[in-house]
């Protein structure tokens, strides 16, 4: 049986794609390491890395658990984010709109998943009767979603995002893009302090 495996830039995945109907066993792998299959495309797709699938379709019979297990080990991605980091957005024409996103798994070295949160306010301080600068604190233990996002769609499973940068060194200070108007830069301290305005 003859694969073929292929990075898919876009969504930061793997797909393989077999000159035969792969046997149960593989197939049984595949779907422990969380691939899925494309009925239409017919690829198998998933986001392990390319070491671990290899192995697997080589006939590794390592349990799927001690694959996830050595993913798992790596903490951090090749911008320094971690689960639990938090990005914030300000956005807005006719007034500042200010949100939080929260990391809540890594996807290969450059993307992560997020989903919209809120942090605790701290301090507030009035700027004009529709304007405050507002102290938040970074909490870094994964907290709950809120309850609506402009900007994410399944806020139970985040949405994937890809990180990028404008640095000199293309790593430093991360972010990622919410739409054409906004996005969302890693936070980095104990707190943030933000500009809002609104309009009744």
């Known amino acids: ?12 995945s ?16 595949l779907k422990d390491l969380k691939y899925r299959w ?44 971690k689960v639990g980091d ?11 709109n200010v949100d939080f996103f929260q990391v809540i798994a890594l996807v290969g070295e450059k993307s992560v ?5 809120y942090l605790p306010m701290i301090k507030q301080e009035a700027v004009s009767g529709m304007s405050a600068d507002r102290t938040y ?10 309850p609506h996002s402009v900007f994410i769609k399944d806020q139970e ?12 060194d293309g790593k430093s200070n991360p972010l990622f893009d919410l739409s054409s108007f906004a996005s969302a830069h890693l936070i980095t301290g104990e707190q943030t302090i933000t500009y809002e305005s609104w309009y009744y």
């Open 157 to 168: 499973k985040g949405d994937l995002k890809r990180l990028k940068s404008y640095s000199q």
């Open 137 to 146: 604190k970074i909490v870094n233990d994964i907290l709950p979603a809120a």
């Open 86 to 96: 938090v990005f914030e957005s300000s956005w807005g024409y006719e007034q500042t």
């Open 38 to 81: 494309h009925s239409v495309k017919k690829i198998w797709y998933g986001y392990s890395d390319k070491e671990t699938l290899e192995k697997v379709l080589a006939g590794d019979n390592t349990p799927a658990e001690t694959h996830k297990t050595k993913k798992a080990e790596r903490t951090e991605n090749i911008f320094g984010v």
């Open 113 to 117: 998943r997020v989903r919209e949160v």
């Open 14 to 29: 793997l797909e393989i794609t077999f000159d035969e109907k792969p046997s149960e066993t593989i197939r049984k792998a």
């Open 1 to 12: 049986m003859n694969y073929t495996i292929t990075a898919n830039t876009e969504f930061n």
